[in-house]
């Protein structure tokens, strides 16, 4: 990528410059583009790609870096953009994007190799609970700081959502099992007072009252059980949102951030 | 006294719920169906199934792209609309607050007429009731907030935050 560097009529251009200093990256980009289509093919052309594709990177607009990946690939060629390099960069678009099954998809499909560092860490990202820590393998530096990572699971709280389910026969339960005293507490009382009037209503022969407290009832009784079991599933999807923020934040040399830049 | 009063008296209040129970499913229907009701409830603001056609079971498109049709989403499977509009007449009843009063976004009854949209009636009921006994707060941050018209913090519970994948 060394010849490229010395054609910087896009970076230049007093427009692009102003809207780029200025944090206008839409206006930017849409001169950007004009000028790319004028240099198609050519270093100058690759140049304003670079930039395009960098403004798309900074803003997070992965269906967009995807697309213009692959129209780079269709419009520039050695020596500005390496032989092979397009099927790589969509890869590790993929894994940008968090996609653990279409990074091993797209890296089977390009017959790529030497991806298994991105493999792991998307695959990790993807089911950080339950990931098992013995395939993290690989002798990388991020590797190595996925182990740590993966072996701090046990200091984050893991709630049994199906221990929530069995205690939520005894309404509100299950929400005080996974940390919800307070709305355990209004369920009970809420359930309690339905129960209660059924109960009453049968016991005086109101059929009509017991009919409808009792069917309110049983809806209440078993959304109970629900929310037990959704809320202990939370606290363990908060501590796998956390550990996935975590591998995500590990350090990785991407080739595309380096074609960005 | 007499022995045969207290059976009299429940059977006229039990005719007093058949008639209201009656009254509810008429209702229900009117607004359930657009081609009966006339005229959509836009004023509930919410979307809801009597306002929305059913998708076509079959896209008009021309041959070439027949292949490239997208399948109809099961989002949009529509067994029950909306309680049978149950929904909506609720939403006429709840609308005159100048605030509102639940602090979770979409609220319970709305939450469980796009479950009930998304998933199927019954499990929408149930996410639904489930819902209402939950923690109206930011659960610990798992919940995002934003600020509401009346100064307070509103929480951002969708459906989708309900479906969880493999952890």
């Known amino acids: 990528m060394g010849s490229f560097r010395s054609a910087r009529a896009c970076g230049d251009d007093p427009l692009v410059r102003e809207f780029l200093g200025s944090g206008d990256d839409f206006r930017a980009l849409s001169v950007l583009r004009q000028r790319e289509l004028e240099g198609r093919g050519t270093p100058a052309g690759f140049e304003c790609a670079r930039l395009i594709l960098g403004a798309y990177l900074r803003h997070g607009e992965f269906d967009l870096v995807d697309d213009w990946v692959v129209r780079m690939g269709q419009s520039y060629g050695p020596p500005l953009l390496t032989a092979g390099l397009v099927p790589r960069l969509r890869v590790e678009v993929a894994y940008l994007f968090g996609n653990a099954g279409e990074v091993q998809r797209r890296a089977a499909e390009g017959g790529l190799t030497g991806l298994e560092r991105l493999t792991i860490l998307s695959r990790a990202a993807d089911r950080p609970l339950s990931f098992d820590a013995s395939d993290a393998s690989c002798d990388s530096p991020a590797c190595a700081q996925l182990r740590r990572i993966l072996d701090d699971r046990s200091s984050l709280p893991h709630k049994s959502p199906g221990l929530a389910l069995a205690l939520g026969v005894v309404p509100g339960l299950g929400q005080v099992y996974a940390g919800r005293p307070l709305a355990g507490l209004g369920s009970f009382l809420l359930n309690g007072f339905l129960i209660g009037t059924t109960a009453f209503a049968v016991h005086r022969r109101e059929y009509a009252l017991a009919v409808l407290s009792g069917g309110v009832g049983l809806a209440f009784y078993t959304g109970g059980i629900y929310a037990g079991f959704e809320a202990a599933t939370r606290v363990n999807e908060h501590s796998a949102e956390e550990l996935r923020a975590r591998i995500r934040a590990v350090p990785v040399d991407l080739a595309i951030s380096a074609l960005a830049q | ?167």
């Open chain 2, 1 to 167: 006294m007499r022995a045969g009063d207290v059976t009299r008296r429940n059977s006229s209040r039990f005719g007093v719920f058949v008639f209201f129970a009656a009254l509810m499913v008429a209702g229900s229907a009117a607004f359930a169906a657009p081609s009966l009701a006339g005229r959509c409830l836009m004023m509930t603001g919410a979307g809801h199934g009597a306002c929305r056609s059913p998708a076509p079971a079959v896209r008009a498109v021309s041959p070439p792209l027949a292949a490239a049709a997208a399948p109809i989403r099961p989002a949009d499977r529509i067994d029950f609309a909306d309680f049978a509009g149950a929904y909506s007449i609720y939403r006429l009843v709840s609308a005159t607050d100048d605030h509102r009063r639940c602090r979770l976004q979409p609220t319970c009854s709305l939450f469980a007429a796009r479950a009930a949209r998304q998933l199927g009636l019954l499990r929408g009921l149930l996410m639904g009731f489930a819902r209402a006994q939950m923690s109206h707060s930011d659960q610990d941050g798992f919940l995002p907030q934003v600020i509401g018209s009346d100064g307070n913090f509103i929480y951002l519970d969708p459906v989708e935050r309900w479906i969880h994948g493999d952890l």
